[in-house]
């Protein structure tokens, strides 16, 4: 079975600053890797996603993901952050041969700007 | 309008009442969810379907049950609501294909006193 771990439960950064969301996710198979993003009073929504190829994966809102299989990590980057990014981030992964099911979502980080 | 809409938006109730959960959708997904969300804790999965006749139990459905009243509704029922079943629960839906993307609802708030 899959797991996915996000240490950072918030993380304060200052507006235009860069940021970098970690996430290290478990699994013995090939993995489908995900981002969703969650701003506040609504639901969630895919902020980015890496199924194959290209390990660099870009996303909206200027967002980016690079795979790392040795290192079993997702982690998510944003060069200049602004205050419309406060939202809170949730890393998610899947199984490659399993259905939408079975993704496990991490338990998520707050990000914060700070004008 | 929403694409996935889930009312009530908000719910208090009391320990041993009979509470649902409802979940309409306009995308045409055949695939739909319940997800249940804590602080701290993520989402998890409580059932899913993938059509009409196909339900299947995710990794907390006790305590829980659905009813896919069509293809566009989906609704969950808590039979006698217990207070550590207070969250936030999500709606979503999917495509068939498995590409991991799923389409969430607003969230319905559910408190039980």
């Known amino acids: 079975a899959q797991s996915v771990t996000q240490l950072d439960s918030q993380v304060p950064v200052f507006e235009e600053a860069p940021v970098e969301l970690r996430c290290n996710y478990s699994s013995s198979v090939s993995v489908y890797l995900f981002w969703y993003v969650q701003y506040p009073n609504q639901g969630l929504q895919l902020l980015l996603k890496y199924l194959s190829g290209s390990t660099l994966v870009k996303g909206i809102n200027g967002f980016e993901a690079e795979f790392n299989k040795s290192q079993t990590s997702f982690h998510l980057r944003k060069p200049s952050v602004h205050i419309s990014d406060t939202a809170e981030y949730f890393c998610a992964v899947s199984e490659a041969s399993f259905g939408n099911e079975k993704l496990t979502f991490g338990t998520g980080t707050r990000l914060t700007i700070i004008p | 309008d929403a694409d996935v809409t889930q009312t009530p938006r908000n719910r208090i109730t009391k320990t041993g009442k009979r509470i649902m959960l409802e979940c309409s959708q306009t995308?045409?997904?055949?695939?739909m969810y319940w997800y249940r969300q804590d602080p701290g804790l993520g989402l998890r999965l409580i059932y899913y379907?993938?059509?009409?006749?196909?339900?299947n139990k995710g990794e907390i459905s006790d305590g829980y049950s659905v009813s896919r009243q069509a293809q566009a509704k989906f609704s969950l029922s808590l039979e006698s609501a217990i207070p550590n079943q207070t969250a936030l629960y999500f709606c979503?839906?999917?495509?068939?294909?498995?590409?991991?993307?799923?389409?969430f609802g607003e969230g319905s708030r559910l408190t039980v006193l």
């Open positions: 379907s993938f059509d009409v006749k196909d339900i």
């Open positions: 995308k045409g997904h055949d695939r």
């Open positions: 979503a839906t999917s495509w068939g294909q498995n590409t991991g993307e799923l389409f």
